[in-house]
C-alpha cells in the first residue's frame, strides 16, 4: 500500500528492502536519483499531487469567502506540492536540471520567485493586492514553464500575444 516497504527475498541477505542492488534495472529497485522504488517513486507522486489538489480546492473556497490572503498561501502551497511530487518522479537533482535548463531557467526562476513573493506578501506583509498580483504571476510563470515542454508552444502563444 501507499508508503510499504517490501522485503526482498533474497537468503542471503534478509535485510535488503525492495530487491537487489541498485545497479540492476528493475520497476522495483531503488534508483540512484532518488534512492526509491519506482513503485514508492509513483506512490508518492500521487500522494503529494492529490495534497496538492486538496490545498488548490480549499485556496478556492477561501477565495468564495472573500479571504483573499488565505487564497494566495493555499495556492503556492498547491504549487509547492506539484512541484514536490515530479520531484518524486524524476529526483530532486533531474527535477532541478530540468527546471533550470537553458530554455525554461527564466521560466522556472520566476515561478519560485512568485510563489515566495506570495506567501512574502501574505504571510508577513498581510497585503492582499500584492499577493493577488504574485499569484497571477504564479499562474502566468507556470503557464509559461509547462509550455516550454511541448515544442513550438511559447512561440505560437507568442504570436498570439505579441
Known amino acids: 500500500m501507499f508508503g510499504s516497504v517490501h522485503r526482498n527475498s533474497d537468503p542471503e541477505n534478509p535485510n535488503n528492502l525492495n530487491g ?9 529497485q531503488p534508483t540512484v536519483t532518488t534512492g526509491m522504488s519506482w ?5 508518492s507522486f ?6 496538492s489538489i486538496i490545498a488548490s480546492f480549499c485556496g478556492s473556497y477561501l477565495l468564495l469567502l472573500t479571504k483573499i490572503t488565505g487564497f494566495c498561501i493555499m495556492t503556492s502551497i498547491s504549487a509547492i506540492l506539484s512541484l514536490s511530487s515530479t520531484c518524486c518522479l524524476m529526483g530532486p537533482i533531474g527535477q532541478i536540471k530540468k527546471m533550470f535548463d537553458k530554455s525554461r531557467w527564466i521560466a522556472s ?10 506567501l512574502l506578501s501574505g504571510l508577513v506583509l498581510k497585503n492582499s493586492l500584492l499577493a493577488i498580483i504574485c499569484t ?15 515544442p513550438y508552444a511559447r512561440e505560437a502563444v507568442s504570436k498570439i500575444f505579441f
Open 20 to 28: 537487489p542492488s541498485i545497479s540492476q534495472e528493475s520497476p522495483s
Open 39 to 43: 513503485e514508492l517513486r509513483v506512490q
Open 46 to 51: 500521487v500522494g503529494l499531487f492529490i495534497l
Open 109 to 118: 526562476s520566476m515561478y519560485i520567485l512568485f510563489i515566495f513573493l506570495t
Open 136 to 150: 497571477a504571476g504564479q499562474y502566468i510563470a507556470m503557464a509559461w514553464y509547462s509550455l516550454s515542454y511541448i
